[in-house]
């Protein structure tokens, strides 16, 4: 049985990552952890999450008092809290899954390093059907990349506080890497005013926010003539959540290294 707690389980994902915990085999939530003011700890997770039960885990607000009570960490934080909770994990031989999104270059070195020391899960998105279309995009761009404008369109829900999306972010990845492109050099976010004609070598991102949506994504190939559109809509977090947790038993049983969810997908 694989152990597993949740920071943030007062936050929107981490409540649907207990009832994902709770419902997956294999599986069982060692510790829910909230923030030091929030009013839910003490509070027990069945509770947190809206369960109806009675899960006899009180959250506690330090992760280091419960750190013999679980195996894997589950963490969709913010990118700080993120690095403080991957040097503890380290310290004391756990594992994690992360999905926290906006770490910048010196982070993810960072979690590299780290991972040299434990096993690390780091995807942008966890959703089955997301990383089915990374692999599409890599087919899509290997045929139609060179002769097509590429442009990706992101919405997410008003809450949502960085643009483009980190599943955005990899999608367009993705594409500049199957076409021997360097992002940094061909991403253009958002266009206004008087731009002139666009160039090809160049892939575009539009990101979108506005209330409850969970998550679209959209990455067209446009050429004269046709239009290829690779889109995922996720429709509820508990997507993300089983895939989480699903990464979360997978990793407990590798050696130390960084992961993503293609590497647990098997694709």
Request: proline share 3%.
């Amino acid at each position: 049985m694989t152990r597993i707690a949740i920071t943030g389980a007062a936050g929107r994902m981490g409540r649907v990552l207990i009832e994902a915990v709770r419902a997956a085999e294999g599986a069982e939530l060692g510790a829910a952890v909230v923030l030091p003011a929030d009013p839910m700890a003490g509070v027990d997770a069945g509770a947190i999450a809206g369960l109806g039960v009675v899960l006899n885990v009180p959250a506690t607000t330090a992760i280091a008092d419960v750190i013999d009570q679980f195996d894997v960490l589950i963490d969709f934080t913010a990118p700080a809290a993120t690095m403080a909770n991957i040097e503890l994990c380290r310290q004391h031989g756990k594992q994690i899954v992360i999905g926290t999104t906006g770490l910048n270059d010196e982070q993810k070195a960072a979690m590299q390093v780290a991972a040299a020391d434990m096993g690390i899960v780091f995807a942008p998105n966890y959703s089955v059907g997301v990383n089915l279309c990374l692999n599409l995009l890599r087919m899509a761009a290997s045929v139609m990349g060179n002769d097509s404008d590429i442009e990706v369109v992101e919405m997410h829900h008003r809450h949502k506080v960085d643009a483009p999306s980190g599943t955005a972010l990899r999608m367009g990845e993705v594409v500049a890497e199957t076409l021997g492109w360097d992002l940094k050099e061909v991403a253009v976010y958002g266009r206004e005013g008087y731009t002139g004609a666009r160039p090809q070598k160049q892939i575009g991102f539009e990101t979108i926010r506005g209330g409850d949506v969970v998550g679209d994504h959209t990455v067209m190939f446009a050429t004269e003539g046709e239009r290829v559109e690779i889109t995922h809509k996720a429709q509820s977090r508990m997507t993300f959540a089983k895939g989480a947790v699903r990464a979360a038993l997978w990793v407990n049983k590798q050696p130390a290294g960084l992961y993503d969810m293609q590497d647990v997908l098997g694709f």
